[in-house]
């Protein structure tokens, strides 16, 4: 792998972090900009790295490297959620999966897979953007619905 193709797959990594990030920022979550931009990083550092262990190429390494992201991240997402916790109230659920998500992005930038980010980064910020007006619509309706109003 060639000098502009590790810059390319850890900058668009890190950008595609940073957006993710941006918009946690925008809602005031305790994640945002650089610790998302971080962890898609990081993420694709390693896999690339893996890439690189991998010389019988048979993805042997990529696979367990990849493996171990997805096992270290949920416990940073899993400190994310216990430090939110008030009371009976969990918080910091979209924060901690923003987190995991956010690592799977990195692998795929790691691997290249271009489309695939495309695609996924469509569906992130749909949900993301959509998800809490769709939310309190619903809520909304169905208090309506049962007289909660």
Known sequence: MDTIEIL???????????AIGLNRDIHGKPT???TLGLVSLGSALIVVAGMHLDSKGDGNE????????ITGIGFLGAGVIVHQQENTVTRGLTTATCIWLTSGIGIICGLAAWRLLTISLLFVFL???L????????HRWWDRMNGDV
């Open 127 to 129: 949900l993301l953007i």
């Open 32 to 34: 945002g900009v650089r």
């Open 62 to 69: 990529v696979s367990r490297v990849i493996q171990g992201i």
């Open 8 to 18: 390319t797959r850890l900058g668009i990594a890190a950008f595609a972090g940073a």
């Open 131 to 138: 998800g809490g007006p769709v939310e309190k619509a619903v």
